[in-house]
């Protein structure tokens, strides 16, 4: 893992820090390439503004929410018709560096 | 053992160095060929292009539109136009990225070169090969290209999928439709029931007393249990699904009667859909990342061939352990390979990847199910994630079908969005 692939890990842990830093260091440290499993997400969330759809966009919001709905998804707390079945296949760990990730792309990119 | 492993590696390692320029960021602007301008191609060629913006990045693409295959389905049973499916290359060209509309010929992986059909070559750093699948012509005796022109295939969307819809709307109430259905592995286990499905839909709403059978080389099949309630409670007695042990094994065709031979039995058809066995396209075997099985075996963190470095192979045509071949895998996978192809021009090592894929099938409009899953490296092939995926639940309601069909024209517009722009 990279040296701040790990930070942000760390980060990511303490979601009131993440929250308060993301703003001011978000830009520099997000790694340019998507952590696992977060690049296969665009498949269905869509990352151009151009798009109709009925799926939530989920770039460019607070990661404590994006973890807090994965987590809920994967407890089946929150039903899904297919979010339960995708958050099964990833860790706490995982989730966290995802929302931080997409926390930190731009909510209109393309 | 050890040992034999060992010379093995030492030789691969040897064979690489000698093969691979140094990092190939020291060179001011690195090559690399994106071969085939599908959902893998499409979309690997934009995401490198933004990973590393030094790298000069060349789509080839012999064809100037893309016709996608997912909801071609629905083009066939009347429920969309082929207009909806097709896509072209101007956004990804408006990027910065070379579009060559050729046809590559040949791959020389030790110069490093692709030959054009225009009569040029280009040289690469690197090479991603997504040639998608070819048809295994004569694999099914009586089956060959001009048997297609009275059985299509439709497994490749475009002028089969147009004649095959012409087919269904050219015959009488009454009529017998046939449908074959390969042995794995070929693109899109699920397509030939969603196919099945929805042709039982036209067949129900405008020729009701018509019959619908597919012949199977399998006993099973992907979301089967999904399908059959679904078959059962929508098309009672209309479709007819005939399993490898009771005899669906096709085992020759005959493009002057419509007819299908089995083991057990002929069935002639008034519209005849083969769905033949299939291969990596064609360049795949010209670059000799194809083994013996038709596909290409890959590296699950790069999509690097196992048999010839410096050519990574996504989409249809690489064997992806556990991942299906759909559009959803193709893209997913082309965003992993540009990942580590970024890397590896700045000489850096591909972290692993996890990657999913969600296959939606209409079992009717308004009708749709899923399957998915989650995958990542084990002992060097691509794996499901254990405790996730799997198919939508048994027992839901119709809303929840309903919900579903529409997410799933929803994944159709995003992932065409992401693919070319
Ligand atoms: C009926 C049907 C329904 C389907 N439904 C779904 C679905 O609902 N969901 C889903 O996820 N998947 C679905 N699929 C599967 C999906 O279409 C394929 O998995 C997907 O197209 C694979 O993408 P690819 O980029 O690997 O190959 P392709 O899409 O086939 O792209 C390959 C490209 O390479 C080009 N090419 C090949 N050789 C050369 C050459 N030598 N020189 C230049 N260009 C070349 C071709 O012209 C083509 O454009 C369906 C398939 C079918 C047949």
Redesign the pocket.
Known sequence: MSGSARLLEKWARAPRAVTLLLSLVLPVMAPAEPPAGASSCSGCHAVSARVETPIPRILGRQPTDIVAAMQAFRSGERPSTVMGRIAKGFSDDEIRVIAIWLAAQPAEAR | MMRTTRRAFLRGAAASAALLPAPALAQAQPRVIV???????ATCARELQRAEHRAAVTL????PI?T??????SVIAGLREIAAQQFGYDAIRAEGIAVSQ???RSVDPQRRLVSLSSGSALGYDRLVL????DIRWGALPGYDEAAAEQMPH??K?GDQTLLLRRQLEGMADGGTVVISAPANPF??PP?PY??ASLIAYYLKTKKPRSKLIVLDAKDSFSKQRLFQAAWHQLYPGLLEWVSLSNGGNVTEVDPATRTFVTDFATYKADVANVIPPQRA???AEAASVADQTGWCPIDPVSFESRLQPGIHVI???AIAGAMP????A?NAQAKVCAAAVAALLRDETPSPPKLINT???LVAPDYGISIAGVYHPVNGQLTDVEGAGGVSPADAPLDFRALEASYAEAWFRTITAETFG
């Open positions: 071969l085939g301008g599908g959902f893998a191609g080839v693409e012999e064809s893309y996608a295959c997912p909801f071609s389905n050729d046809r590559a997504a040639p998608g699948t439709a497994w969307a693109r899109c397509g969603e196919r396209g064609h360049i989409g249809d045509a071949k759909s559009a959803f193709a296959c939606y099938s």
